[in-house]
C-alpha cells in the first residue's frame, strides 16, 4: 500500500469489521482471537485460538498484512483425532474429561531442518490451570500438524504453580532457544529448548515432577512476571538507540549507544472488560525484566476510540480491550504488533464489549529512552522514515489526542491538542514544550511531564487520508497518542 511517491500510505480498503459469524471463507479477519504470525514464501500467516466451530487453530493468510484470507485449521481432524497424548495427559491431571473444545494461543517457527513447529496449548476449564503445552510439526505452515511431544503439564494449586497456556518462541543471537508461556495467579514462566528438537533442553517430564525428582522451579522454569493477571506473554529482541542528555537543549550535546534489549508484553487485565497490553524490559533474556511502572509494567496501549464520541459516525472501528499480542519483523527489518479487539462497541456506547474478536496489525517503533511504543492506528503498509519539521504543521498543527491514565474506562479521542511552530503546544488549558531529532524521535512536555515518542506515517481512518501519527509514553510508563486532524 505504501506508493514511493507518496510519504503517507494510501487508502488501505480496510473490509467493513463483521458483527455475525459468517461462512469461515468470509471471515478475514473477524473472529482471531491471540494472533501470531509468521512469514513464509512471500506471505504472512496469522493463527489463532479456535473460535465459532473452527477449535483446533485457525489459519489466516495475507500478503500485505491488511487483508487477509481464512485457510483452515492447523489440526483438521479435530482434538481428539490429532493430539490424542495431550488429551489423555490432560485428562489425567484433571481427572476427567477437559471441559473445553478448543485449543489456545498458538505460536508458529521455522523447524530445525526444514518446516514447521507449532507450540500450542490444551486447557481442560476456563479459569483455572489444568493445562498441556504441547510440540507440533508440519513440512507445509498450512499442515496438518502432527503431534511431536508435551513438554509442561499444570493442575491444580491454582495461584502455586504456573498454567501451561500461551506458549511464545523467541531466539538469541547466540542461537539459544527459550519458551515463555503461562497467565494470571501462577505468572509468566521461561523455559530454554534445544533448538535442533524443538523440546525442552532439559528434558524432564511431569512423572519426574509427580515422583519428587525434581523440584517446581526446575519443571515449571524460571519466572519472569509474578504479575496476578497477566497473560499472553511475548518477547522481542532487539538493538535500540537510547539517548543521553537533555532533548530539549542542544541536540549536539547528545550522546548515543545502541544498546540490545529485550522487550517483554503481556497483556493485564479482563479479557472482556479492561484488557491493556504493557510492556517490561530487560538487557538479557533470562534476567530481570523491569518497568518504571513497577510489576505491572508500562502501559502501550489500552481501550480507546478515534472517535470524539457515541455519536462520532466516522468510523465503524474502535479499539476496545485491546491484546494478547505477537510482535514479529517483517523482511525489511520492520517491527510490527498484531493482536486483536473486540470492536466496535455495541450500540456505539464506550465501555461495552463487542460480540467478537478482530485481528488488528499496528506498526511498533522505539522512543530516544529505547522503549517500545506502537502506532494507534491500523496498518496500512507504512514504514518507519524521516519526518520533516513542515509534515507537523500540514494540518495546522491540530491534532485529536487520546490520552491514557491507569483507569482502564475507554477513552474517546479529544479534539483541541495545538503544535506551534515555535517550539510550544498546549492542550486542555496545559502548556508545554516540543522537539523533533533523530529521524522521528518527538518528545514534548505537557503541564510539567515528559513524553517521549516516536512519529510515523500513517492512514488516519476519521480523516479518510494518510497523515501523521504521534506515539509516545510519559514518564510514568502511560501512552499518549495524537493523530493530525485536518477537518478542525
Known amino acids: 500500500m505504501f506508493m514511493k511517491e507518496n510519504l503517507y500510505p494510501q487508502n488501505p480498503h480496510f473490509a467493513p469489521l463483521q458483527t455475525n459469524p459468517a461462512a469461515p471463507s468470509q471471515w478475514g479477519i473477524f473472529g482471531a482471537h491471540d494472533p501470531s504470525v509468521a512469514y513464509c514464501g512471500g506471505a504472512y500467516y496469522a493463527f489463532s485460538t479456535g473460535t465459532y466451530g473452527e477449535n483446533a487453530y485457525q489459519i489466516r493468510r495475507s500478503q500485505d498484512l491488511i487483508h487477509w484470507q481464512y485457510v483452515g485449521q492447523a489440526f483438521p481432524r479435530g482434538i481428539a483425532a490429532s493430539l490424542p497424548e495431550t488429551v489423555k495427559q490432560l485428562s489425567a491431571v484433571y481427572g476427567r474429561p477437559p471441559k473445553t473444545d478448543n485449543l489456545w494461543a498458538p505460536d508458529v517457527v ?82 530454554e529448548l534445544d533448538p535442533a528438537t524443538g523440546l525442552r533442553k532439559d528434558g524432564f517430564t511431569r512423572a519426574q515432577y509427580d515422583a519428587g525428582e525434581i523440584s517446581g522451579g526446575e519443571y515449571f522454569g524460571r519466572p519472569l512476571l509474578s504479575s496476578s493477571d497477566a497473560e499472553g506473554s511475548v518477547v522481542l529482541r532487539r538493538a535500540v538507540p537510547v539517548c543521553r542528555g537533555n532533548v530539549f537543549g542542544d541536540l549536539s550535546a547528545l550522546s548515543w549507544e545502541r544498546r540490545e534489549q529485550y522487550f517483554l508484553m503481556a497483556s493485564v487485565g479482563s479479557l472482556s472488560r479492561d484488557y491493556t497490553m504493557r510492556v517490561w524490559q530487560s538487557d538479557s533474556p533470562d534476567g530481570v525484566f523491569s518497568s518504571p511502572c513497577g510489576e505491572r509494567g508500562g502501559k502501550v496501549s489500552g481501550s480507546f476510540s478515534w472517535r470524539h464520541g457515541p455519536e462520532d459516525a466516522r468510523i465503524g472501528c474502535d479499539f476496545f480491550v485491546p491484546g494478547h499480542n505477537d510482535l514479529f519483523e517483517t523482511p525489511a527489518g520492520d517491527v510490527l504488533i498484531a493482536y486483536h479487539c473486540r470492536t466496535p462497541f455495541p450500540s456505539g456506547k ?56 491507569e483507569n482502564p474506562a475507554c477513552l474517546y479521542a479529544r479534539p483541541g491538542f495545538q503544535i506551534f511552530p515555535d517550539g510550544t503546544l498546549s492542550f486542555g488549558g496545559r502548556k508545554g514544550i516540543w ?52 477537518s478542525g
Open 110 to 191: 521455522p523447524a530445525a531442518g526444514g518446516g514447521w513447529w507449532l507450540y500450542g496449548c490444551y486447557t481442560a476449564e476456563f479459569g483455572n490451570n489444568y493445562s498441556v503445552l504441547f510440540l507440533a510439526r508440519a513440512d507445509d505452515i498450512c499442515g496438518e500438524y502432527k503431534h511431536i511431544a508435551d513438554l509442561v503439564v499444570t493442575g491444580g494449586d491454582w495461584g502455586r504453580t504456573p498454567n501451561a497456556i500461551d506458549p511464545q518462541i523467541f531466539f538469541t543471537p547466540q542461537g539459544k532457544m527459550y519458551m515463555t508461556y503461562g497467565s494470571f495467579f501462577g505468572g509468566i514462566r521461561l523455559l
Open 350 to 405: 464506550a465501555g461495552e464489549s463487542g460480540p467478537s474478536h478482530h485481528l488488528f496489525i499496528g506498526l511498533c517503533a522505539f522512543n530516544a529512552r529505547g522503549e517500545l511504543v506502537i502506532s494507534p492506528n491500523r496498518y496500512a503498509g507504512e514504514r518507519p522514515r524521516a519526518v520533516k519539521k513542515e509534515e507537523i504543521f500540514s494540518c495546522g498543527g491540530n491534532y485529536d489526542c487520546v490520552e491514557f491514565s
Open 435 to 486: 522537539r523533533l531529532y533523530g529521524e522521528n524521535f518527538f518528545s514534548f512536555t505537557l503541564g510539567g511531564e515528559t513524553c517521549h515518542g516516536a512519529i510515523l506515517p500513517a492512514w488516519i481512518e476519521a480523516e479518510g487520508r494518510g497523515g501523521l501519527t504521534i506515539t509516545a509514553r510519559s514518564e510514568r510508563g502511560l501512552p499518549v497518542f495524537l493523530n493530525q486532524s485536518f
